[in-house]
């Protein structure tokens, strides 16, 4: 069947569905016969059953879904201050039984509908934004933190077709973290380009992105490689950011077996080029799966450094609830293996509000007028999406 | 046995494999002390971490405890906790490094490091020692080459070492040999 019939049908059956992005294409997961709600109370027993030491397994062996920012900070002990929320679920996964491979390319055409998308509104403006990275800076100086990323979230009242969305999206940004996830009350699109979690066996990758740079007609990936060179800014972000995974990783991994496979290398995509590390381990024997989410989520590379510190300033900062972003969405195979990416660049659907969520950040010379715009070109292309 | 006192830092555990290396070594929060730990090991390291000395009076106090009783060795914010305890003032720099490789050299003919030498190594650090300091056997043994900033620290009598760059860190050239001197020492 052609990837335009099957993701016709899939639309028509008004069936819940994941499709995440694979090397070559895309997966279709769909026929969800288990649906998990995590919330602090069973979100460890989840970790703890769901993978065993089975050898032989199906291909919809897995559970499929994500975890939200503050799920995780509460599996790691970081506790929150009251913030605003919509009540969205701290996390969810789905036993897929039925896989279905799609080709990259995807096409969809989305039957004509009224379209009802308000203006996006950010809830913190440039002089807010200004005042919190100036606070933050001042704990820089005092070594509280050596970076940290403040969040900004766009919000508007819409109704979307997420199919539709994530079609367009794959068009524009062929993402190698991209996923969708439509259920019947919310839906997540994404096109998040950061791989957290690659685990297979006992090797377990880590490829963190800092540094990402708007193409144009003069730069080439050569040139993109040297313009990162010799930015002492980016270097110095991209530096910390390698050393704490190393140590993330240097937590569940035999001594001596967390390497960098590829130092400060350049990755082309469609509109930009990011800046990529790729560190690598061995798992130590006795790990688990809870022992791993624990240690690298959420992903230090969208949070800052040192990890607690910098996040028990960004929890009592924000107002609001981050839900799904800079959480992790991927997938865990009942014989312990798994994906996850980090949850950046995404829509989230959910009782007729879009709202994406941007950051960037802080270090020592960086200047809150240009972190701003970054956030504010990173969200565009999202919202563009609208229009 | 060598016990890592970590001050819920995201460089600790690369300390942690780099000693591993050379020794047994276990490493809990410091506030999650493990006084089993405490009296079985040989050396205790005392971790980088955010903030600053005086925000971790338990470390202090196990520092003041154990100090010439057993090899004691701070890295980053553990060099300045070590500095602290003996009486002196860290302070914020101008300039601050995070993240940086810079060279470091060896400014002591009693350092267990050869005179003269320079190292490349990686700096995380906002503050650091207000000099003039002076404490009895104790010795600034590396400085930074521009800056002339303190870069590591030796009081060879009663076996306690410390460096404000981080020794674990991949920007940091021949960081286990670093490790492995002052382990010897």
Do not use: W
Not at chain 1, 22 to 35: E, I, V
Not at chain 1, 36 to 60: G, M, Q, Y
Not at chain 1, 233 to 260: A, F
Not at chain 1, 347 to 357: A, V
């Amino acid at each position: 069947m052609s990837t335009n019939k099957i993701l016709n049908d899939i639309n028509l059956s008004a069936k819940p569905y994941v499709i995440y992005k694979t090397s070559n294409g895309f997966d279709l997961f769909t026929d969800f016969s288990k649906k998990i709600i995590l919330s602090n109370n069973n979100v460890t027993n989840f970790l703890e059953t769901i993978s065993s030491n089975k050898k032989k397994i199906k291909k919809t062996d897995l559970y499929i879904g994500f975890f939200g920012y503050e799920l995780l900070n509460y599996l790691i002990g970081i506790k929150f201050p009251k913030q605003k929320t919509n009540f969205f679920p701290k996390g969810i996964f789905y036993k897929p039984e039925t896989l279905i491979s799609l080709s990259e390319n995807l096409s969809f055409k989305a039957p004509p509908s009224e379209k009802k998308n308000k203006q996006f509104k950010i809830n913190i403006d440039r002089k807010n934004y200004t005042r919190i990275f100036n606070k933050f800076k001042r704990k820089i100086k005092q070594g509280e933190t050596y970076q940290i990323k403040i969040c900004t979230k766009y919000k508007n009242k819409s109704k979307i077709d997420p199919l539709d969305f994530f079609c367009r999206l794959s068009k524009s940004n062929l993402a190698p973290e991209a996923f969708l996830i439509k259920d019947k009350n919310y839906s997540v699109i994404s096109c998040s380009p950061e791989t957290l979690i690659e685990k297979k066996g006992r090797s377990i990758i880590t490829k963190p992105i800092a540094g990402t740079l708007k193409k144009n007609t003069s730069l080439n990936k050569s040139k993109a490689l040297q313009y990162f060179r010799k930015n002492i800014k980016e270097t110095k972000e991209h530096n910390m950011i390698v050393d704490m995974e190393r140590s993330d990783l240097s937590r569940i991994c035999i001594p001596g077996s967390v390497k960098i496979k590829k130092e400060k290398t350049i990755e082309e995509y469609k509109d930009l080029f990011h800046y990529v590390s790729l560190i690598k381990g061995k798992l130590n024997k006795k790990v688990k799966t809870i022992d791993i989410v624990k240690s690298m989520m959420p992903g230090g590379s969208v949070i800052g450094c040192p990890k607690v510190s910098t996040l028990n300033l960004l929890n009592n900062q924000e107002k609001e609830n981050r839900n799904i972003y800079t959480g992790s969405f991927g997938y865990i195979k009942f014989n312990g293996d798994m994906k996850f990416n980090i949850i950046i660049r995404s829509i989230l659907n959910f009782k007729n509000i879009s709202e994406i969520s941007v950051a960037s950040g802080v270090v020592i010379d960086s200047n809150a007028n240009n972190e701003f715009n970054e956030n504010f070109i990173k969200a565009k292309a999202l919202i563009d999406l609208f229009k | 046995m060598i016990y890592v006192i970590d001050h819920k830092d995201s460089f600790t555990h690369n300390v942690v494999h780099q000693l591993s290396l050379f020794d047994e070594v276990r490493c809990t929060n410091y506030d999650e002390i493990d006084n089993r730990y405490l009296k079985r090991a040989s050396t205790i390291v005392l971790s980088p971490g955010p903030g600053s000395p005086k925000d971790y009076p338990i470390t202090s106090s196990i520092y003041k405890k154990f100090k010439g009783k057993k090899k004691i060795f701070g890295i980053c914010l553990g060099f300045q906790q070590i500095l602290f305890c003996e009486g002196a003032n860290i302070v914020q720099q101008k300039q601050i490094y995070h993240g940086f490789q810079s060279k470091v050299k060896v400014v002591s003919k009693n350092s267990v490091f050869k005179n003269k030498n320079i190292y490349k190594v990686g700096r995380y650090h906002s503050l650091k020692l207000e000099e003039p300091f002076y404490s009895k056997n104790f010795d600034i043994t590396m400085r930074c080459v521009i800056s002339g900033s303190a870069m590591a620290l030796e009081n060879n009598f009663d076996k306690i070492y410390g460096f404000q760059f981080h020794p674990e860190s991949f920007l940091t050239i021949n960081g286990n040999l670093l490790i492995k001197k002052i382990l010897s020492a």
